[in-house]
């Protein structure tokens, strides 16, 4: 049996391109997400953020005045949040966004955004915008593994900066 060379060549380009299609058609290919945390869906940019000199990435807590038990909850836990940066701790900053004056809070104080839900944790970069969300959840253990993530994605993006 004696093949074509232009056969050959049509079988070589056309078998890879219909694989690729059926992959693409029938999903088998896994989901490209390595992010613990949640993309915003629309843009926030928060507005007094060039107060200060920010760091490069900001561990935010939205604390508005209706914020009581969960609030105070994401607060005590922002310190061990810090804590756990090690040696990133000059890279990132740590801000509460609140309108209140009483909050006893030893981090940036900003205003508060009624975009941003109250008492979750969001990743702002160096520019004021929000890029990820970490949801509040009652259980203590599940919200200690979000925040194992956020911190995972926090040491991604510092090594990203870093290679740039």
């Not at 030893?106 to 975009?115: D, F, G, H, I, T």
Request: glycine share 4%; hydrophobic share 40%.
């Amino acid at each position: 049996m004696k093949i074509n060379p232009l056969s050959l060549f049509a079988l070589c380009c056309f078998v890879p391109l219909a694989l690729a299609y059926a992959a693409l058609k029938l999903d088998w290919l896994p989901s490209g997400s390595s992010n613990y945390g949640e993309l915003l869906s629309e843009e926030v940019k928060l507005a007094d953020w060039q107060h200060g000199e920010p760091k490069q990435w900001t561990i935010a807590l939205n604390y508005p005045k209706e914020c009581r038990a969960i609030c105070e909850s994401q607060l005590a836990s922002l310190d061990n949040l810090y804590v756990a940066l090690g040696k990133n701790q000059q890279k990132v900053d740590v801000a509460v966004l609140t309108n209140q004056q009483q909050v006893s809070a030893s981090w940036r104080l900003l205003a508060a955004n009624p975009e941003l839900k109250a008492g979750d944790l969001y990743l702002v970069d160096h520019m004021g915008l929000v890029v990820l969300h970490y949801p509040y959840t009652a259980e203590p253990e599940q919200n200690r593994l979000i925040q194992k993530g956020l911190l995972k994605d926090l040491k991604k993006l510092l090594n990203y900066a870093r290679s740039s």
